[in-house]
């Protein structure tokens, strides 16, 4: 798939309201945020990381597989904000995956 524009995913967002959808449809907005590194999105990606924590686990995995340093310390920063939470298998999942 080819890279799209911030300009492109805003206009996604705003004509769709992605982040009034289901968490499915927000999970699948959140992958399209890593994947092309959308960075006015990523308040969005934080909210669906506390909100769905579950279906969050793989998006953990998504932030750190880019080796990209900013989406890796939004990984990092999310589960040291999140962790006193997390259900303990989702927590060691993430850890896992994060150290």
Known sequence: ??????????????Q???RE???EVR????ELVIK?????AYGDL???LKQDQ?????????????EDATQQQLAHSCFTMLKE?????LLKVVAEMLF
């Open 1 to 14: 798939m080819k890279s799209l524009s911030s300009q492109t995913l805003q206009t996604l967002q705003k």
């Open 16 to 18: 769709y309201c992605l």
């Open 21 to 23: 959808q289901d968490a």
């Open 27 to 30: 999970h699948r907005w959140c």
């Open 36 to 40: 092309h590194k959308h960075t006015m």
């Open 46 to 48: 934080i909210n669906f």
């Open 54 to 66: 579950a279906m969050g686990v793989y998006l953990y995995g998504e932030l750190m597989v880019n």
């Open 85 to 89: 939470e997390m259900d303990p298998s």
